[in-house]
């Protein structure tokens, strides 16, 4: 018998989420089949079976978190897990971890408002005097909790009718897990009835000491966050607030790059060749940063870091989130071995089939919404790279040349940068190369 174990994706990575199966207990199992998709704070990806045989045990249920390295299920062949059918069925699953309790933080007493009643703290419930050990319903959940549900939970309780806010949850944080709603589909339990409503508490006395508490939230339906969505949060939130950015922005004529690019991909071999306007800006960008050095750097640790490669990042939205797969040495690359980088970067982001080397590194990032109908935008810096290019849609627009007005192809491109490397003129330069390297697109076939 092998374990299957919750593989490390990546350096950063404590814990990955099982967000499902693809197989099933005594399904037949090859080396290299996918049996299981989870979630990382990068990606979704399909984790693959390394034994042939049947899968004899899964051990961590869909939506449960759980450290690197766990077992997360049991494959062997049939003459193997005859012999240890005993091993077998004593494999527990994995339990969840128990949550610390904080005492509450000391709150100095306040003065209530005379304008605003003040409430008092309904008392708890009084216990069960029926002398029962065994919870059979959730204790109430105060307006605005979140409720704590792995998604095969939130399908059988709408499949079976369940009320999830009865139900007590054992994972992680109160979270309901398979386990906790199982009992009431098979009807080893009853179904729970609906959690009775708060009784609306009396206001305090005038003389209360205790301060007014916080309106709740407005009404809404409580949604978990991805993975992948808290840690772009959490990058981002420190990004602006570390980073001291700026932006400068500019207009680039795109007529000859339509032109150029038409020429391009009708002589392309394949479609995987033919360059979209994404490749010639990645290009004309790595060109800049020959140029602009600075602008290819990394700030992390108090440490300035120079880079001889030029790796271009491409934001890519993906259902959870975002994600920034680099093409490496786009300098150096040809338009057509860039569009085929990209191209494959892109499908297995979109099908959660990257690889941790292809997305932890980069020196410069690309974020195009022109796709998307947008005149313009700016974007945040992705630590601890130096800047950020945002791009915008080619619109057609009236063009004043030599006093006379045409119909012409423009495109804005915004620029954010780290205040600490560089510095406003720097970066008007850089523009105005890539806006050269643009206009001129001959040059990034013959660079």
Do not use: C
């Amino acid at each position: 018998m092998a374990n299957v174990i919750m593989p490390k994706m990546g350096d950063g990575m404590e814990e990955g989420t099982l967000l499902r199966w693809l197989k099933q207990v005594g399904d037949q199992v090859e080396v290299g089949d996918p049996i299981a998709e989870i979630e990382t704070d990068k990606v979704s990806i399909e984790i693959e079976s390394t034994e042939t045989g049947v899968l004899a045990k899964t051990l961590v249920a869909e939506g449960q978190a759980v450290p690197i390295g766990t077992s997360i299920a049991v494959v062997g062949d049939e003459a193997e897990l005859g012999a240890n059918a005993a091993d077998l069925d004593a494999a527990e699953p994995v339990a969840a971890a128990p949550v610390e309790e904080k005492a509450p933080e000391p709150v100095a007493a306040a003065a209530p408002a005379a304008s605003a009643p003040v409430e008092k703290a309904a008392p708890p419930p009084s216990a069960p005097s029926n002398g029962s050990s065994e919870a059979t319903a959730a204790p109430p959940r105060d307006p605005g909790d979140r409720l704590r549900a792995s998604p095969i939970v939130k399908r059988l309780a709408e499949e079976h009718g369940l009320d999830l806010n009865a139900i007590v949850g054992t994972g992680p944080g109160g979270r309901i897990v398979k386990d906790d709603v199982m009992p009431f589909v098979t009807g080893a339990k009853p179904a729970p009835a609906p959690a009775p409503a708060q009784a609306a508490t009396a206001p305090a006395p005038a003389s209360s000491s205790i301060a007014p508490a916080a309106a709740p939230s407005a009404a809404g339906t409580a949604r978990e966050m991805s993975r992948i969505r808290k840690t772009t949060g959490k990058r981002m939130v420190e990004a602006k607030d570390q980073i001291p950015h700026f932006y400068v922005s500019t207009v680039v004529g795109m007529d000859a790059a339509a032109d150029f690019r038409d020429t391009v991909n009708a002589q392309a071999k394949d479609d995987a060749s033919k360059v979209s306007f994404n490749d010639l800006i990645v290009k004309a960008s790595a060109l800049a940063l020959r140029e602009f050095p600075n602008l290819n750097t990394s700030y992390e640790n108090d440490t300035w870091y120079d880079h001889t490669n030029i790796d271009i990042n491409v934001a890519v939205a993906i259902e959870n989130g975002l994600i920034a797969p680099f093409v490496r040495d786009a300098d150096s690359k040809s338009l057509g071995a860039i569009a085929r980088a990209t191209k494959d970067l892109i499908g297995r982001a979109r099908n959660g089939g990257l690889d941790p080397s292809e997305y932890q590194g980069g020196t410069f990032t690309i974020s195009n919404l022109g796709m998307f109908d947008v005149d313009e935008f700016i974007a945040i810096i992705n630590p601890p790279q130096a800047a950020i290019l945002a791009v915008g849609s080619i619109a057609e627009v009236p063009v004043v040349a030599d006093g006379k007005v045409r119909i012409g192809k423009q495109m804005k491109i915004t620029l954010s940068a780290d205040h600490r490397l560089t510095d406003g003129a720097e970066v008007a330069k850089f523009l105005m190369a890539v806006k050269g390297f643009l206009e001129n697109p001959m040059q990034l076939a013959i660079s």
